[in-house]
């Protein structure tokens, strides 16, 4: 048997990693600028979190939700606390996409509504509802096609109020925190506090999809924090688990539980929350919501007036560079001559940079000096400009 080919992949076989540097089965040592889809919040093999998923597995790695399991409670409480949303519930489950699920799913029971509305260059996941819920027509097959997805102008006001002037029948409005996929887009402050007063007047609820921008990544734990608004409901995963598949939703006490409503086989597992509290102890003893914020402003000022550069999105640590040219070959060099990973998104001229919060100056120094060094060559070359529209 063959796996099946869906991937897209770089002839690199990474065999260890500390920290924001892998190595490769030739020893070669590669800095890591991307962390798996900013899955690596906290560092690749973090000692703390080491420890803590051994321990765990020593004592015991697996029990269904049948039984309490004390340590979901643990990570429970202390999530409420680092994210202020103390009042709230909390589930868990194995992924952003099973999240996104879940939470459309509530808002339909508490609501007894279908439709929701999403934006354009919005990514939620590949399963049903969630991928209903993205702006990518390749990826929706046939039975995933449903009406209940309204799709509007992302960051159009006046669309969303007209959209709620003529369907009476919206459950909810579930927008990213920041668009990871779609190019690091960030809704503007006005734009998600009329989200939230548009819920408020028709008994619509708030989803806040933190799935990669969440957890300290954009200098707050979520980033429609940045905005002053809370969700009727979060979604995360992605750097939850610092590579540990977990994901979660994050609950208003007004939608009411029920035996049977969510359900999950290896969602909360021990060895999840082992993880997922190694990661939020990490995170607050090492103040790393606090590093996104200077590593970030740290990187927007050296790169900023860069010549290849035609603007700079971002947060914290949450960066979309949009290139003046098209990213792909500026990031295979950054690859190939530099030993630096990077990302891209569905904007062909951006590159995406979503490094581990606990990432250094020295260590972005590096990046800085690579990128120069890039741009210099590329200004050179005679390329045709594709501006993300």
Not at 65 to 76: D, F, H, Y
Not at 93 to 122: D, I, M, P, Q, Y
Not at 237 to 263: C, D, Q, R, T, W
């Amino acid at each position: 048997m063959k796996l099946f080919d869906v991937y897209p992949l770089f002839d690199l076989n990474f065999v260890s990693a500390e920290g924001s540097y892998l190595w490769n089965d030739k020893e070669e040592k590669y800095l890591d600028l991307y962390g798996g889809h900013a899955v690596i919040s906290v560092g690749h093999s973090h000692p703390v979190y080491v420890k803590t998923i051994t321990k765990q597995l020593h004592n015991i790695g697996f029990y269904s939700n049948s039984v309490r399991i004390p340590i979901q409670e643990e990570v429970a409480k202390l999530l409420g606390k680092i994210s202020h949303y103390e009042n709230y519930e909390f589930f868990m489950c194995n992924s952003g996409a099973e999240a996104n699920e879940n939470a459309l799913k509530l808002a339909s029971f508490h609501t007894n509504r279908k439709k929701v509305v999403c934006f354009t260059k919005a990514f939620h996941g590949r399963t049903s509802a969630a991928v209903a819920a993205t702006d990518n027509k390749k990826i929706i097959a046939p039975i995933n096609e449903t009406d209940a997805f309204i799709f509007l102008p992302f960051n159009d006001e006046e669309a969303l109020e007209k959209t709620f002037q003529e369907h009476k029948d919206i459950a909810a409005v579930i927008i990213e925190g920041i668009q990871g996929v779609g190019g690091v887009q960030i809704p503007t402050t006005a734009f998600l506090q009329k989200i939230r007063s548009l819920c408020n007047e028709n008994n619509a609820l708030f989803i806040a999809d933190e799935i990669q921008s969440g957890y300290g990544r954009t200098g707050k734990f979520f980033a429609h924090q940045h905005a002053n608004v809370q969700a009727d409901i979060i979604t995360i995963a992605k750097g939850m688990g610092n590579g540990f598949p977990v994901g979660g939703v994050i609950v208003s006490s007004k939608i009411e539980a029920k035996h049977g409503l969510l359900g999950t086989t290896f969602g909360g597992n021990y060895l999840a929350c082992a993880a997922s509290k190694a990661v939020l102890e990490i995170i607050e003893a090492e103040n790393l919501i606090q590093n996104a914020t200077e590593m970030g402003d740290y990187l927007y000022e050296q790169l900023k007036d860069n010549e290849s550069v035609k603007e700079i999105r971002y947060k914290g640590l949450m960066f979309g560079i949009e290139l003046k040219t098209p990213c792909a070959p500026f990031r295979n060099q950054l690859l190939s001559d530099f030993n630096i990973l990077t990302g891209n998104a569905s904007c062909p001229n951006t590159l995406r940079i979503l490094p581990a919060l606990s990432i250094s100056k020295k260590e972005l120094d590096v990046f800085i000096s690579a990128f120069k060094t890039v741009s210099k060559l590329n200004s050179k070359k005679n390329e045709k400009i594709l501006l993300c529209k």
